[in-house]
């Protein structure tokens, strides 16, 4: 069975630094391409970044230059490390894993950026 494990999130003031991991297990996690999603009251669940099991990132345009997405296949982790954060970054992130075609989720941690 495939867990997704997020951690890391929290209050933070605008400008500062968070940064999430998810764990995951269950999973051939070096086959996995893995990613990062949010979704913010109101809105729908947007993509923020991916790092394919190769080890390549892409980012959303709107986090482009202050988050990093980064793997250690050996922990079996992914990681978002999130800098410069704006309000508009406050929403619950989600992690990510698809193979062999399929996705899964993790249950989502909250970061709140106050102004």
């Known amino acids: 069975q495939v867990q997704l494990v997020e951690s890391g999130g929290g209050l933070v003031q605008a400008g500062g630094s968070l940064r999430l991991s998810c764990a995951a297990s269950?999973?051939?996690?070096?086959?996995?391409?893995m990613g990062w999603f949010r979704q913010a009251p109101g809105k729908q669940r947007e993509l923020v970044a991916m790092?394919?099991?190769?080890?390549?990132?892409n980012y959303a345009d709107s986090v482009k230059g202050r988050f990093i997405v980064f793997r250690e296949n050996a922990k079996n982790t992914v990681s978002l490390q999130m800098n410069s954060l704006k309000p508009e970054d406050t929403a619950v992130y989600y992690c990510?894993?698809?193979?062999?075609?399929?996705?899964?989720w993790g249950k989502g941690t909250l970061v709140t950026v106050s102004s």
């Open positions: 990510n894993s698809r193979v062999w075609g399929v996705n899964y």
């Open positions: 790092i394919a099991s190769g080890g390549s990132p």
């Open positions: 269950g999973t051939r996690f070096d086959l996995s391409n």
